[in-house]
């Protein structure tokens, strides 16, 4: 099945940019989802279908995807951006269609 | 509001089944896809299987064989049956729904997550 592939973790200073990549082979030609999850809390989608913001979501939350890596871009990080960052995408087609990256712990420092 | 409830025993013995169900509220049930999915302690989220009143039920290849997902259209719940647990089981299981946004599938509500524990 389809791999999507993340750093472990990500450290920013308040105010800076956080980038958190997802790679996979061709990824570009999917779309993808990106997931905040604070402990203890389920999983609130920031970012679907590549770049779209959901409703309630702060502008300095955007997304962008290219060739082999799509990307979750955090401007202006507060210390409540603190949490875990997932990836996923649809792999239509697939017996498997619902794959998920293994997660990115960002750290506000 | 759309709003996801999961309910069931938090301890489960190895070898029984875990039993969960789902309540949701705000919408009907009828017409939109269903899942579950789960988080061992630490690791990443696993996609367990997604279910439609009229459509095909769809699992993950590697749970298929001990999986049932079903929905109670009366009730608006919808449930998750796992036979023959391990303590591999042992994770936070949510209930979502799945929805297709016009370019692709994501999920967009979540229930809060039960932790269900498989030991002796």
């Known amino acids: 099945s389809y791999v999507l592939t993340q750093p472990p973790s990500v450290s920013v200073a308040p105010g800076k940019t956080a980038r958190i990549t997802c790679g996979g082979n061709?990824?570009?030609?999917?779309?993808v989802h990106w997931y905040q999850q604070k402990p203890g809390q389920a999983p609130v989608v920031v970012i679907c279908?590549?770049?779209d913001r959901p409703s309630g979501i702060p502008e300095r939350f955007s997304g962008s995807n290219s060739g082999n890596t799509a990307t979750l871009t955090i401007s202006r990080v507060e210390a409540g951006d603190e949490a875990d960052y997932y990836c996923?995408?649809?792999?239509?087609?697939?017996?498997?269609?619902?794959?998920f990256g293994g997660g990115t712990k960002l750290t506000v420092v | 509001q759309v709003q996801l409830r999961e309910s069931g025993p938090g301890l489960v013995k190895p070898s029984e089944t875990l039993s969960l169900t789902c309540t949701v509220s705000?919408?009907?049930?009828?017409?939109?896809?269903w899942t579950w999915l789960r988080q061992p302690p630490g690791e990443r989220l696993e996609w367990i299987g997604y279910a439609h009143d009229t459509r095909d039920t769809i699992y993950n290849p590697s749970l298929k064989s001990r999986v049932t997902v079903s929905l109670d259209t009366s009730k608006n719940q919808f449930s998750l049956s796992l036979t023959s647990v391990t303590a591999a089981d042992t994770a936070v299981y949510y209930c979502a729904s799945l929805i297709f946004d016009g370019k692709s599938h994501h999920f967009d509500f979540w229930g809060q997550g039960i932790l269900v524990t498989v030991s002796s």
């Open positions: 996923q995408v649809w792999d239509r087609g697939s017996d498997h269609p619902v794959v």
């Open positions: 705000g919408v009907s049930i009828s017409g939109h896809y």
């Open positions: 279908s590549d770049s």
């Open positions: 061709k990824i570009g030609s999917y779309s």
